[in-house]
């Protein structure tokens, strides 16, 4: 499959709470270079709980680990701002499970070239990234 796709945040789920799933996220930077973050627990919550993401689990990887920092925060995207900061972040940095404005933007702008911007796709520094897979699988 080449370019975006998203499952959707009931689907995602409906599975995530099936079984435990481990996510894996594969970061890929303009100068070749290739980080990944894995987390062996990745459940997210319904509707009712506004997506909010609710276990990682045990991270291992190469990039810095950044997500627990949004452990428990609510899923917020351009109309529904759950981020808990005077700005709606996801207007900014695109949706994500902000939790006043975290350094994951992997919803954010995307540029052909290595920018250090923070309005960049980026995870923690913001490097703009040249690609990014996030992946869930049964554990």
Request: with cysteine; charged share 20%.
């Amino acid at each position: 499959m080449k370019g975006e796709f998203f499952l959707g945040l009931e689907n995602l789920h409906r599975i995530t709470n099936s079984h435990t799933y481990e996510l894996y996220v594969q970061l890929g930077y303009h100068n070749g270079t290739f980080l990944f973050a894995s987390y062996d627990n990745f459940r997210i919550g319904n509707e009712t709980t506004k997506y909010k993401l609710e276990s990682l689990g045990e991270f291992r990887g190469t990039a810095k680990n950044v997500m627990d920092y949004n452990l428990n925060a609510s899923f917020s995207s351009f109309d529904q701002d759950n981020d808990h900061s005077i700005v709606n972040c996801a207007q900014m940095y695109g949706a994500w499970w902000h939790k006043r404005c975290s350094s994951i933007r992997l919803n954010a702008k995307y540029f052909n070239r290595e920018v250090d911007d923070d309005s960049s796709m980026s995870w923690w520094n913001w490097i703009s990234l040249k690609s990014v897979q996030m992946l869930i699988r049964p554990k």
